[in-house]
């Protein structure tokens, strides 16, 4: 079983700037690509940034320039550096891992975190 738990998430100010971590664990041999979804209060969900186990991202247009995706050495932790926010950033941010999986059921799967709250006020 895998695990996924973010962290770093609270209320700042617009122009501010939050750091959110996401810890992987469980029965993993490798992890294929990591990533930031958000949805905010009455709105779809939407992909904000991913990285692959070759260190390719891609980032919403809405947060280029703002947000960085990155992954520890270990390739076990993602994090999403969040600078510039502004209100519409405000929403529920979930990790999310495709995972090979290191025990039976063998292949690839896909893990959710239980989410972390962003709040930005004006």
């Known amino acids: 079983q895998v695990q996924l738990v973010e962290s770093g998430g609270g209320l700042v100010q617009a122009g501010g700037s939050l750091r959110l971590s996401c810890a992987a664990s469980?029965?993993?041999?490798?992890?294929?690509?990591m990533g930031w979804y958000r949805q905010p209060p009455g709105k779809q969900s939407e992909m904000v940034a991913v990285?692959?186990?070759?260190?390719?991202?891609n980032y919403a247009d809405s947060v280029k320039g703002r947000f960085t995706i990155s992954r520890d050495s270990a390739e076990r932790t993602v994090y999403l550096q969040m600078n510039s926010l502004i209100p519409e950033d405000t929403a529920v941010y979930s990790c999310?891992?495709?995972?090979?999986?290191?025990?039976?059921?063998?292949?690839?799967?896909?893990?959710w975190g239980q989410g972390t709250h962003v709040t930005v006020s004006s």
């Open positions: 469980g029965s993993i041999l490798s992890i294929n690509v």
């Open positions: 990285i692959s186990s070759g260190g390719v991202t």
């Open positions: 999310h891992a495709n995972v090979r999986s290191g025990k039976y059921p063998w292949g690839n799967s896909d893990y």
